[in-house]
């Protein structure tokens, strides 16, 4: 990795905007603090356009694609050096188990012709209630994260941002008439967890920006493709477990190999030992 004052002297100073309705810019602008950014909000574009999460307009983009896409309409409309993006989405976890948020932010320089993208990927506490009765509702409220705001929806009715007491007011009427969906409202700036992750993605995009190409010194030379082959500890055999990690340059495409610490893999993860 380049050494961080070169990166640094490399970032510096720099205008940035980030396209948010969701106050997120609290919550990346101290990751960037060393770089000295002066970072805006752009709060003027609907970003709900691109795609909700209650589902009111479907997402027709992937999370990173919409990410890249809110990072260069931030670079559009501000003017600005560095324009960020911030796309958030939830999935099955690993083998179906839990669910899953996945954080990207998107940094795009298009004078540079550059775009490094920060990331969390990790286990999420949201919750999705059918609630028939109003016992089950106050069931599902006791077990609300502190600091969580609710979305409640009964056919095309959607009610957004409800605190737990609020939750209860606006539900019980409407069980009267039939059963609701209760669940977490995932926007940023009404879930405490998904701010977090934000957080440790921003913490990511830092250590990316930060990680210069040796030849160009473009930003984002990092080793993340994955090359598998690990060998088995009891049969030499190759797995599906990393062997080594690429790093390529996106502007002089200069690339450098990362071998992992691990030297061997268990013999479970073997396809001759463990068939």
């Keep these: 990795m380049v050494p961080p004052q070169l990166a640094a002297g490399h970032l510096m100073t720099l205008q940035a905007a980030i396209l948010t309705q969701h106050d997120k ?63 958030g989405s939830f999935s099955p976890g690993p083998y179906g188990l839990g669910t899953f948020n996945l954080e990207l932010l998107c940094c795009v320089n298009v004078a540079a012709g550059w775009a490094v993208t920060g990331r969390f990927y990790g286990p999420s506490l949201a919750q999705q209630w059918h609630i028939s009765a109003p016992e089950q509702l106050q069931q599902a409220l006791e077990k609300v994260a502190a600091g969580q705001f609710l979305l409640l929806q009964q056919g095309s009715i959607v009610v957004k941002g409800l605190s737990s007491a609020e939750a209860m007011q606006q539900a019980l009427p409407l069980l009267a008439k039939g059963d609701v969906s209760l669940s977490y409202d995932l926007r940023a700036h009404l879930s405490p967890e998904r701010q977090g992750h934000i957080v440790k993605a921003a913490d990511d995009l830092l250590q990316r920006l930060m990680s210069l190409c040796p030849r160009c010194h473009t930003p984002g030379f990092w080793p993340d493709k994955a090359v598998p082959g690990l060998p088995c500890e009891a049969c030499d055999s190759a797995t599906g477990l990393t062997l080594e990690k690429h790093a390529c340059c996106q502007h002089c495409q200069f690339s ?20």
């Design 25 to 87: 810019a609290r919550l990346i602008a101290p990751a960037l603090n060393c770089l000295d950014w002066q970072l805006t909000e752009i709060r003027s574009f609907d970003t709900d356009a691109l795609g909700s999460f209650s589902g009111e307009r479907p997402r027709i983009m992937t999370p990173y694609e919409c990410a890249l896409r809110k990072a260069a309409i931030a670079a559009d409309l501000s003017g600005a050096d560095i324009g960020i993006g911030s796309e």
């Design 256 to 275: 450098a190999v990362q071998r992992v610490t691990q030297r061997y893999a268990n013999p479970q993860y073997c396809q001759e030992c463990n068939p």
